[in-house]
């Protein structure tokens, strides 16, 4: 079964760190490229990050770049985003979506998404 | 980036109603448009990409079309379960940029 499984989301205070992860299974991970998608609460969809095959390019929104890092692990069919110095305005429904560049040019796979909280 | 404009921001329409959304991108995209489909506390589900292909298991009554900076998804014949959020989504250059939404009731 096509899946992607986030993890990692919680509450945390202004300023402070988060790690999500993402587990995909039932489709060529390593050959995918692979994005993390955000919803504020009520809000649209906003693309946040996303990374190439191999983690050979990244690319970031620019209200992230320099606080957010997305990474992979192709051995064990991960993704991960690493938030630091999170602000308010991060607070969102974090989304893993595979970014299908080879056919659709769309994201065809997504993950049910984890909540990131950020409060005081 | 490219600024991709939804309109109407919400419709109301009756079951078997043609429905269509217009996205218009702030400059040309070609044919690399998306449109999605997201329920309540539900991931988008991809309906439609290069502007008017269906993706696999989607239902033929959506439709797609466009190409430059004007795109309309097309609803042939509104049913029950197409009670949504439906978002366009541009994927012609970095960083890949979505519109407002729309949102679709059934009256």
């Known amino acids: 079964e096509v899946q992607l499984v986030e993890s990692g989301g919680g509450l945390v205070q202004p300023g402070g760190s988060l790690r999500l992860a993402c587990a995909a299974s039932?489709?060529?991970?390593?050959?995918?490229?692979m994005s993390w998608v955000r919803q504020a609460p009520g809000r649209g969809l906003e693309w946040v990050a996303n990374i190439k095959q191999s983690g050979t390019d990244e690319e970031y929104v620019d209200s992230v770049r320099g606080r957010f890092t997305i990474s992979r692990d192709d051995a064990k069919n991960s993704l991960f985003l690493e938030m630091h110095s999170l602000r308010v305005e991060d607070s969102a429904v974090y989304f893993c979506a595979r970014d299908d560049v080879d056919e659709t040019f769309g994201f065809d796979i997504w993950g049910q998404g984890t909540v990131v909280t950020v409060s005081s | 980036d490219i600024q991709m404009t939804q309109s109407p921001s919400s419709l109301s329409a009756s079951v078997g109603d043609r429905v269509t959304i217009s996205c218009r991108a702030g400059?040309?995209?070609?044919?690399?448009l998306s449109w999605y489909q997201q329920k309540p506390g539900k991931a988008p589900k991809l309906l439609i990409y290069a502007a008017s292909s269906l993706q696999a298991g989607v239902p033929s009554r959506f439709s797609g079309s466009g190409s430059g900076t004007e795109f309309s998804l097309t609803i042939s014949s509104l049913q029950p379960e197409d009670s949504a959020t439906y978002y366009c989504q541009q994927s012609y250059t970095g960083p890949w940029t979505f519109g407002q939404g729309t949102k679709v009731e059934i009256k």
């Open positions: 039932g489709f060529r991970f390593r050959d995918s490229w």
């Open positions: 400059q040309s995209i070609s044919t690399y």
